[in-house]
């Protein structure tokens, strides 16, 4: 093993460098496991940033942080309206509300439930963290896959603040700031706020572009401390207000899952012949209008032997989305969903430590109450006689209650100088109350743009209804073996067993027949509990310049929860899975003004759905790697950096079916920048160009061939080339 080390350390270190300037990878301390650590001295596979490295590296959203973190990436279920984040193979492809992400989202150690409430900008930052694997025994929400914690900036007594404004493609201007300071002697405060604007990069040739943006995002904060006892105030908002829903039409009416955009769509009576993935013929452009607000307290106070955490949270989201499903000019197919969430969340924790032990323990209580409403609106009219000017459809309102309550804790108990013995577990108990119908509705006034149960709704019949209830006690646990041979070594060896509480389906269309699949076992699906078993190494080169972590690990997987999207619906059933991979992160600074990032991941997961058909998990690529290399160069009184990064995913499909209209066949994604700061750190100015080879590249599809009877293939691509200039002021 040292002389692979010292391999590798002499072909890090012959990289070209010259003696210039700083280093932007320097050591990140995280609180992976609720107190301080150097990364390198976790063990468990993380991967992190402080928010000057974001700065530096240009990562203003979380899908540029997960591009260069090996085995993660951002899934968009349909399209910018929402996001969820895959780590190790392990992902939610569920665009409705009332799923919990496998993958647990953390702002300021609260737990955001919602994906729709996810999409944050990236402003102010202190640092993020990404945990790989199950996390159950420290954090308040239990996920099986892995937890990204999202940290702002607190407020301090020194006045201080910046303001960063980017103009790009597509008349995109964006702004981001923040000001803060003592208001007293024991209190200060924070303000952040973060603005984008642009044009939509969707050409609509029937009128109006697409997928434009329109975000605001504010978040104040108040800290009052003294020596013992911290009390923070944390209110946070966001608004988004777009033209969304656009797919490309893809013609498909060969055999199942095949595409033909050769041959005219008969059904809808169309077809998109010009090939440009980036324009399309929409009759009734979409929109995304969310509201999300946040108001937490978080109280933290050292007694004598522990220190005692209080954090109270209530978070709510009202979102209204509809798409032009069908993609073309005929008025046949809207989609559209409605979420009214409400969280709160208690949490309270004691934690302490002395020579031998650092211990943790806690409870952890969450209320979701969920009102939400999904839906399509259809013409030609199918039902009663239609009231003069009403627009067909059917409208399927749902409600979901859940309470859960859990206790939780974890001991690190030192064997000797250099072995550490991590033992964790949690017991939780999730009741939830669920109730749904699927109805024929009219909608009367079309112009108004409401599709809400309670408003410009009448009902014409109801088709079927159904009501369930869950009351599940489950456990998780954590057993870890942790070895620091040298100071720059840690190996180590654990098992996890995580836990996902179960829930129920809220499907759009009518299931076949009605009458007899409206009941537990179509609709509801049980808790997932999945064992992992993972071995890890991190070692720290060069004095601290070099560090290369590597681990492997299999998944054992019990009533695995597959997210199956049938046509336009999601469906999740219990299946049997298991998994296996491995991933090697470098992160070097090998000279002076020299950063180099390097990722691999290889996974494979094996499904095998209840009717035994044997298949893989959606947003899954086998291989995925990451590369970014940056140089910096004295330039006057400052310095100028260059920077270049690239992805790669491998194949991988968007339902289990893994039909070629369900399939991206891999894409390399490729991004470059360059960057001026003066020697006072006083400002930096930045241009970039991100896609810059203009790759064409699906993020999501969906398969309306035969089973829905459209003809068609939505598919969903990712952004275009876009330039960009900025400038960013610090006092």
């Known amino acids: 093993m040292r002389s692979i080390k010292s391999l590798l350390t002499l072909a ?13 990878l320097e050591e990140v301390v995280v609180t992976a496991q609720k107190r301080e650590q150097n990364v390198q001295d976790v063990g468990i596979a993380v991967t992190a940033m402080t928010g000057e490295q974001l700065e530096a590296l240009g990562y203003d959203n ?7 973190a090996a085995g993660v990436s951002t899934v968009q279920p349909n399209g910018e309206a929402n996001y969820a984040i895959a780590m190790r193979g392990v992902a939610a492809n569920d665009f409705t509300t009332n799923v919990e992400s496998p993958v647990a989202v953390y702002l300021d150690e609260v737990y955001i439930s919602q994906m729709s409430g996810t999409g944050f900008a990236l402003f102010d930052m ?22 990204a914690h999202f940290v702002s900036v607190k407020p301090s007594q020194e006045l201080e603040g910046y303001a960063k404004v980017t103009y790009g493609d597509y008349d995109q201007i964006k702004f981001e700031g923040a000001v803060g300071g003592g208001l007293t002697e024991n209190l200060s405060a924070r303000l952040s706020v973060s603005t984008h604007d642009n044009d939509g990069y969707i050409e609509n040739r029937l009128g109006g572009d697409l997928n434009n943006a329109e975000d605001r995002s504010y978040r104040l904060q108040l800290l009052w401390e003294n020596e013992a006892t911290e009390v923070l105030l944390s209110l946070r908002a966001s608004d988004q207000d777009i033209d969304t829903g656009f797919f490309e039409h893809v013609t498909s009416l060969g055999a199942p899952g095949e595409l033909t955009p050769e041959l005219f769509n008969s059904v809808l009576g169309y077809q998109d012949t010009d090939g440009d993935v980036f324009a399309g013929d929409y009759d009734d452009p979409g929109y995304n209008d969310l509201e999300t607000r946040g108001y937490s307290l978080t109280v933290k106070h050292d007694f004598e032997n522990f220190r005692f955490t209080s954090i109270t949270d209530l978070s709510t ?23 009214d969430a409400e969280q709160f969340s208690q949490e309270l924790r004691l934690d302490g430590e002395n020579e031998t032990i650092k211990w943790v323990a806690g409870v952890y209580y969450m209320d979701l109450d969920i009102d ?34 859990s206790a939780f804790g974890q001991v690190e108990y030192a064997l000797s100088d250099n072995m550490n013995l991590v033992f964790g577990a949690r017991v939780i108990n999730d009741e939830k109350d669920f109730d749904y119908s699927i109805n024929i509705v009219e909608f009367l006034d079309p112009e108004a743009r409401n599709f809400d149960a309670d408003g410009n709704v009448n009902q014409l019949l109801q088709l079927a209804a159904y009501s369930g209830s869950q ?24 098992w996890n067993r995580g836990v996902k509480g179960g829930g129920f389906n809220a499907p759009i269309f009518p299931l076949n027949p009605p009458a007899t699949d409206y009941n537990d076992a179509t609709m509801a699906y049980g808790p997932e509990q999945l064992d992992a078993f993972e071995i890890g190494a991190k070692w720290t080169f060069m004095g601290g310049l070099t560090r290369v972590n590597a681990a492997a690990y299999y998944y054992d997987y019990e009533d695995y929860q597959a997210f199956n999207i049938i046509g336009i619906d999601t469906l999740t059933v219990n299946a049997e899975a298991e998994s296996t991979g491995f991933e090697v992160e470098v992160q070097s600074s090998p000279g002076e003004g020299w950063d180099i990032i390097l990722g691999i991941a290889y996974n494979d997961i094996d499904i095998e759905l209840p009717d035994g058909v044997d298949t893989t998990s959606v947003q899954s690529p086998e291989w995925a790697t990451n590369i970014m290399v940056r140089k910096a160069w004295n330039v006057g009184s400052g310095y100028l950096a260059i920077q270049a990064d690239s992805i790669y995913r491998s194949e991988h499909f968007f339902s289990l079916t893994g039909l070629d209209a369900v399939t991206e066949n891999g894409y390399t994604l490729s991004n470059v920048a360059l960057t001026y700061r003066p020697e006072s750190d006083k400002w930096e100015a930045s241009a970039f160009i991100n896609n810059v080879t203009d790759e064409e590249y699906l993020v999501q599809t969906f398969d309306l061939s035969t089973e829905a009877a459209f003809g068609m293939t939505e598919q969903y691509y990712g952004k275009p080339k876009w330039w960009g200039l900025s400038f960013r002021y610090n006092f």
């Open 317 to 339: 989201v009202e979102r209204k989305y509809i798409e032009d499903s069908d993609a073309s000019p005929a008025p046949v197919f809207q989609f559209f969903l409605n979420t």
């Open 12 to 24: 890090i270190a012959g990289v070209l460098s010259t003696n210039t300037c700083a280093n932007v």
């Open 62 to 68: 979380a899908q540029d942080v997960t591009a260069m």
């Open 471 to 494: 009351d599940d006690t489950e456990w998780s646990t954590r057993l870890s073996l942790d070895w620091f041979p040298n100071e720059d070594t840690l190996y180590y060896v654990s």
């Open 372 to 405: 939400d409403s999904n839906g399509a609106i259809t013409d030609p009219f199918v039902g009663p006689a239609p009231t003069a000017g009403a627009e067909a459809g059917l409208i399927n309102p749902y409600t979901s209650d859940l309470q859960s309550m």
């Open 126 to 147: 202190e640092r993020v963290e990404l945990l790989k694997g199950p996390q159950g025994t420290l954090y308040g929400r239990n996920a099986t896959g892995g937890l």
